[in-house]
C-alpha cells in the first residue's frame, strides 16, 4: 500500500518481476483487497501464483516508527509477518523508511554477531557498480559497527554479485591513514586486523564512489544519504543542463536528433529506477525498501533485488563470516580495546 | 610553490587574473625567484606590478600541520605574513590544504566571536549557484559551531554576492524537524532564534544542493568535503557516459559534431575551474585555496574570488554580523543551555 503510488505500481511490478524471476516466484499482496483484486486481474499470469492478506490499515508517510511498531494489522506489519512466518522469503515496501526498518528489526531481529542493520543500496559507476551503506539506518556510527557493515557489504559483493574478492573501502576526507574521524580510523585499524571475505583497501574519497574505486563503500547513515542524494542531485541537474543546451539553437536540436538513439541508451544506463532497492542488511530476514516516488518499472527492480539476496542465500553467508570472525575474536576483541569516542 | 604545477600555474594566472581585475591589482609572489622571475619576464604588465619575496623552502603536500607551523621561512608563510603585516589584502594558495588553514589560523587568528574557521566554496546549481561550507576545515562540528557557519555564508551570500535577503538550510537526512542527528537539530534550533542576515529555511537534504533549493548549505567538514568529491565524481562519471554515448555509433557521432557549439557551452558551465576556490571563511584575514590540480585558468579563478572577498569588505561585515548577534546574546545563550553532546 506505500509509496506515492501504492498497488497501482506494485501490482504490474509484480507482473514484470515474474517475467524476470520465472514460475517458481510466488506473491504475498498485504492491503486492501478491493483495490488489489482488480489489479490483479489484468494480470492473469501472477494472478495465479498469488495471495492476497487483507488489511485496511496503512501507516502513514509521516507516521513516528513508534507508532507503526504498536500497528499489529498495518499491511507493511503483515507482509513482513509473512516472512517471519515462513508464508515468504522476502518483503518488498515502498513505506515509510523509518516505520519498515523499525519493524522489520522488531520482528526479523538481528543476524547473530550482527549488532545494527544497514540500509544498502548498489549504484552505477566507471567501473560497474559499488554497493555503498549505511545509507540511513544510523546517523552516527561508531567504529565496530563500519566494520561490520564492511562484513555485510563484502558478503553482499561476494555472494550476490559473484566477486571473489571485493575491495571493501572506508569513506573518508582523504585518503592517508591519517585523515579521518576517530571512528573511521578505529574502524580502519579492526578492519586491517580481521580476515574480511574480500580485501580491506582503506579509506576511499567521495569521488571515488562514481570511480568505482571499490567494490563496497562503507560509511555512516548520515554521510551515506548525503552523498547518495547529492550523487541523484546532481544525475538530475547534468540531465537539466544537457537538455537546455540541446534546446540551444538548430544545430543542437539536429545533434540531439541524430544522437537521440546513444542518448536513450545513456538515459537507461543512469536510469535511477534501474537501481531502486535499498537493502536491509544485517536482519535475520530479507527487506528491501523501494523508493516511495517509483513506478511499477523501479519497484520491479526492488522485488529482483530482495528475489537475487534469497537466491544467494545472503542472510546465510553472512551469519557464517560473521560467526568466523567472532571466532576468532578479532571484532570483539578490537572494539573492547577502543577508546571512549568523542566528537570533539 | 604549491599545486601540481607551482609558478607555471601560478603566474599566468595572475596574468590573467589581472586582465579581469584592472590595474588596481597587484600581486607579491611568494617563492624561489629562480623560478618565478623567468615566468614574469614573459608578462610584462604582470611584471609592472608585481614583487617577488624570495625563499626556497616550500611546505610538501605529505607535511603535517604541526610541522609547518613551525617553518617561518616557507613560501606559504611568506605569502601569509604578507597579508598579517598589511603588504597584501588577501593570500592564495594552491599548498597543502591542512598547513594552509594551520598557518592562517596562527597567524589571522579567528574573526572576533567567531570559534572556528570554515571552508567555503561556490557550486553550480539548477538555480545559479549556492555557497557551501564547511568542506573539510573542522571534520565534527557542535551545534555552535553549525550556527556560526550559518552567519559566515550568509554574510557571504549577501555581502559578495549580492543577495539581499539570503537563505540558508542545514543540510540533513530529511527535511522534517525531528530528523537528523543532536548536532543539526540544535543549530536548528538557535538558527531559529537568531536574527541571521538573511532567513533560516530549516533543512535541506544532499538533492537540494544541486536543485539550489537555497543560498548557503550548512554542515559539518566531513559531510560537506564528502558532498563536495561526490557531486565531481558523478560530474565527470556523466562526462564519461556521454562521451561513450556520442561515440557509439555513427548516427551520434554526427549528432555530437552538429551539436558541438552547444555541448562546449554546456561544458564551460559545469567547468570545475570556474568554481575553484575555497575560502578559508571566520579568519581575520583573506584566504583562499586554489585546488592542486588546477591550471592558470583555475588558479586566476582562485585569485578573483580572494579579490572579491577583499573588495566587498566581507570580513569587517562578518564582524560586525556577529556582533550584532552576540550583544544580543543569542548565540552565547543558546550554547549556554545546550546538552553535553553525544555521538550514541
Do not use: W
Amino acid at each position: 500500500m506505500g509509496g506515492d503510488f501504492g498497488p497501482q505500481a506494485v501490482v504490474p511490478a509484480a507482473a514484470l518481476a515474474l517475467e524476470e524471476l520465472g514460475a517458481s516466484a510466488k506473491f504475498i499482496f498485504c492491503g486492501d483487497e478491493k483495490k488489489i483484486a482488480p489489479l490483479l486481474d489484468a494480470h492473469p499470469a501472477l494472478k495465479a501464483v498469488s495471495q492476497i492478506r487483507h488489511t485496511e490499515q496503512v501507516i502513514a508517510n509521516d507516521e513516528k516508527p513508534s507508532a507503526a511498531l504498536r500497528r499489529k494489522d498495518s499491511s507493511m506489519r503483515l507482509a513482513i509477518d509473512a516472512v517471519k512466518e515462513g508464508a515468504a522469503q522476502s518483503v518488498v515496501s515502498a513505506g515509510n523508511t523509518g516505520a519498515l526498518m523499525a519493524t522489520a528489526k522488531l520482528v526479523f531481529r538481528c543476524l547473530p554477531g550482527v549488532n545494527r542493520p544497514a540500509i544498502a543500496s548498489v549504484i552505477p559507476t566507471m567501473q560497474g557498480e559499488t554497493i555503498m551503506l549505511d545509507l540511513g539506518a544510523n546517523l552516527t556510527c561508531d567504529a565496530e559497527m563500519l566494520a561490520q557493515f564492511a562484513v555485510l557489504g563484502a558478503v553482499y559483493a561476494r555472494a550476490v554479485k559473484g566477486i571473489a574478492n571485493p575491495t571493501v573501502g572506508i569513506l573518508n576526507v582523504g585518503t592517508e591513514e591519517v585523515k579521518g574521524t576517530d571512528q573511521v580510523r578505529e574502524a580502519a585499524a579492526i578492519l586491517s586486523g580481521i580476515e574480511l571475505p574480500g580485501k580491506f583497501a582503506g579509506f576511499v574519497e567521495g569521488d571515488d564512489i562514481a570511480k568505482g574505486t571499490v567494490d563496497v563503500v562503507v560509511t555512516d547513515g548520515f554521510t551515506g544519504n548525503v552523498a547518495l542524494k547529492v550523487a541523484e542531485g546532481v544525475g538530475k541537474l547534468t540531465g537539466h543542463f544537457l537538455k537546455e543546451a540541446f534546446l540551444s539553437s538548430l544545430f543542437a536540436k539536429l545533434g540531439a536528433l541524430f544522437a537521440s538513439g546513444a542518448l536513450k541508451r545513456l538515459k537507461k544506463r543512469v536510469d535511477p529506477r534501474f537501481y531502486n532497492g535499498g537493502m536491509f542488511l544485517g536482519l535475520d530476514g530479507i527487506c528491501v525498501k523501494s523508493h516511495g516516488g517509483m513506478d511499477s518499472y523501479g519497484f520491479s527492480r526492488a522485488i529482483i533485488v530482495a528475489a537475487h539476496l534469497v537466491e544467494q542465500g545472503y542472510n546465510k553467508r553472512v551469519a557464517e563470516e560473521i560467526g568466523h570472525i567472532m571466532s576468532k575474536g578479532a571484532l570483539s576483541a578490537a572494539s573492547a580495546t577502543k577508546q571512549p569516542e568523542s566528537v570533539a
